[in-house]
Nanobody, 128 residues
Framework: QVQLVESGGGSVQAGGSLRLSCAAS????????MAWFRQAPGKEREGVAALSTGDGSTYFADSVKGRFTISQDNDVNTVYLHLSRLKPEDTAIYYC?????????????????????WGQGTQVTVSS
């Protein structure tokens, strides 16, 4: 079993920045694919960004390209999502998910069924 704990959410004005953290209960180098998803009220959970630990490849939803980045720190078993130039439409609960067997791929990284473990989420609210 893996426990994931997200933090760093909050309320910011449009144009602001946040850094979300996802702390894992086991070494992050043991995961093959780590990702961030988000879910806004009344909408489905959508993939935001993913990082493939095999080759360091990163993947982003079109809506966040150029504004969000994803990184990991194996020393503290944490994966980060850096959010910048935030927009009101970025308002959502952000979740991290990890996978232990399959590396990320552009074809399926955004499918939430890929990931075995999820955190409880952290709220991001962006006001205009």
């Amino acid at each position: 079993q893996v426990q994931l704990v997200e933090s760093g959410g909050g309320s910011v004005q449009a144009g602001g920045s946040l850094r979300l953290s996802c702390a894992a209960s086991k070494n992050t180098h043991l995961f093959t694919c780590m990702a961030w998803f988000r879910q806004a009220p009344g909408k489905e959970r959508e993939g935001v960004a993913a990082l493939s630990t095999g080759d360091g490849s990163t993947y982003f939803a079109d809506s966040v390209k150029g504004r969000f980045t994803i990184s990991q720190d194996n020393d503290v078993n944490t994966v980060y999502l850096h959010l910048s130039r935030l927009k009101p439409e970025d308002t959502a609960i952000y979740y991290c998910g990890v996978e232990e067997r399959t590396y990320c791929h552009s074809v399926y990284w955004f499918r939430h069924t890929l990931y075995d473990y999820w955190g409880q989420g952290t709220q991001v609210t962006v006001s205009s």
